[in-house]
């Protein structure tokens, strides 16, 4: 089956400093990428979908000078959380689509902002 | 009318029994239907696709969709202990092929 990968699967950083987390397709070329964001017990949040050389598509409340995003290639993405505060602290999950709309999940990346 | 709706549970049975999760949606138009299941702490991982109506079976695992009553629905034999997890139902949704979810069923197989 298709492989996400992502990259740290765990970061801690200090308050106001940023973080990029990289989300690879390892074995196909992913139509358009996205990057949900889930919290302790709620649902996956879509945070933006994203295709290769365009300007990502923040969803609404989703601030997107705070989180950068930048999809350099069929198969490499970027999420940087820019100035992080304790309150984007959570657990951050990419995807990545093929021709038939199926999203294969990377393994997530679980930030802690002290 | 929420888009995605699924059964709320939390839903418990009996290892070796029949699991029985539904789903369904609001968009007539909806074409492409997925099941995926998420541990407790890690990313959804994809256990079914299904387009047509019908029944599609990988394994222990059948997914059957009803395109006419916007029904979707996944089942599975012999559940085991390592079944236990959340299953999210989730469908595509606009031009950007974006994943509507439901809000999940939490699913625990009773040894």
């Known amino acids: 089956g298709a492989v996400v990968s992502q990259h740290p699967s765990w970061v801690i950083c200090k308050s106001g400093t940023s973080v990029k987390i990289e989300c690879r397709s390892l074995?196909?070329?992913?139509?358009?990428m996205f990057w949900y964001r889930q919290f302790p017990k709620q649902s996956l949040m879509l945070m933006a979908t994203?295709?290769?050389?365009?300007?990502?598509?923040?969803e609404q409340g989703v601030e997107k000078d705070k989180f950068l995003i930048n999809h350099a290639s069929l198969t490499l993405s970027t999420l940087t959380v820019t100035s992080a505060h304790p309150e984007d602290s959570s657990f951050y999950i990419c995807s990545a689509s093929d021709e038939t709309d199926t999203q294969y999940f990377g393994p997530g990346t679980r930030l802690t902002v002290l | 009318q929420k888009e995605v709706e699924q059964n709320s549970g939390p839903l418990s049975v009996p290892e070796g029994a029949i699991a029985s999760l539904n789903c369904t949606y609001s968009?007539?138009?909806?074409?492409?239907f997925f099941w995926y299941r998420q541990y407790s702490g890690k990313s959804p991982e994809l256990i079914m696709s299904?387009?047509?109506?019908g029944d599609k079976e990988d394994g222990r695992f059948t997914a059957q969709l009803n395109k006419a009553s916007q029904y979707v629905s996944l089942l599975i034999r012999d559940s085991q202990p390592s079944d236990s997890a959340t299953y999210l139902c989730?469908?595509?949704?606009?031009?950007?092929?974006?994943?509507?979810f439901g809000s999940g069923t939490q699913l625990t197989v009773l040894p």
């Open positions: 074995d196909f070329q992913a139509t358009t």
């Open positions: 968009d007539r138009g909806s074409q492409s």
């Open positions: 299904i387009y047509s109506n």
């Open positions: 994203s295709n290769e050389g365009s300007k990502a598509t923040y």
């Open positions: 989730a469908v595509v949704r606009g031009s950007a092929r974006q994943l509507t």
